[in-house]
């Protein structure tokens, strides 16, 4: 079952805008990732925090992390049209290499 | 440039066929790899896990007879819909974690299978 819900679902704004999105999850884990996968591809690793982490940037991404709330947001800073697509939490709990359990996502489309 | 590979990117089967779908990581190697199934717009289902030289981990609900999974080298993983219906017709996408840097996944572009 997928532990992580995002929201929103889908996200629509203009370039230059900043987008935020939120992900949710229930159980304790070690670390909490972002990817991004355009339309009928792979996924692509974005960033990684840790749980004992609770802020990440890297280049245009900030990512924040609270544990006590078992929640994520990952915010995308003025925004370009390239930056749409669909973006994904993923959350494990084991050791490295373990699986992965991924978010419902939120599709961001961003208006040129 | 790509550092996990899949093979076909599409493929069209009759119902009641199988297909293989192919996993490999290029220039590293993996003692395991993931299957996934993403149905449009859905977000990615864990399937199974695929462990060289041993049996695969199933997830609860995925038929291991359905899906036969094949970890035949450190660079190679297989896929198998055997039997194949129109439900299964999906987005299958693998993965190989990064190797040094735990945690991270490297995934494949995906297959999009669609039974007929």
């Known amino acids: 079952s997928q532990q992580g819900e995002e929201d929103p679902q889908a996200l629509s704004i203009q370039e230059g805008e900043n987008a935020t999105m939120n992900c949710s999850y229930k159980t304790s884990i070690n670390n909490l990732q972002w990817y991004r996968q355009n339309s009928g591809r792979g996924l692509v690793h974005l960033i990684l925090i840790r749980s004992n982490e609770r802020e990440k940037h890297s280049g245009r991404l900030r990512v924040t992390l609270d544990t006590s709330k078992k929640s994520s947001s990952l915010l995308i800073t003025a925004s370009r049209a390239a930056d749409t697509a669909s973006y994904f939490c993923?959350?494990?709990?084991?050791?490295?290499?373990?699986?992965?359990?991924f978010g419902t996502g939120t599709r961001l489309a961003v208006r040129p | 440039g790509a550092v996990v590979s899949q093979h076909p990117s599409r493929v069209i089967c009759k119902s009641g066929t199988s297909v293989k779908i192919e996993c490999r990581s290029l220039?590293?190697?993996?003692?395991?790899m993931f299957w996934y199934r993403q149905f449009p717009k859905k977000s990615l289902m864990l399937m199974a896990t695929?462990?060289?030289?041993?049996?695969?981990?199933?997830e609860q609900g995925v038929e291991k007879d359905k899906f036969l999974i094949n970890h035949a080298s450190l660079t190679l993983s297989t896929l198998t819909v055997t039997s194949a219906h129109p439900e299964d017709s999906s987005f299958y996408i693998c993965?190989?974690?990064?190797?040094?840097?735990?945690?991270?996944?490297?995934f494949g572009p995906g297959t999009r299978l669609t039974v007929t």
């Open positions: 993923a959350t494990d709990a084991g050791s490295s290499g373990d699986k992965l359990t």
């Open positions: 993965s190989a974690p990064r190797v040094g840097s735990s945690y991270e996944q490297y």
């Open positions: 220039d590293f190697q993996a003692t395991t």
């Open positions: 695929s462990n060289e030289g041993s049996k695969a981990t199933y």
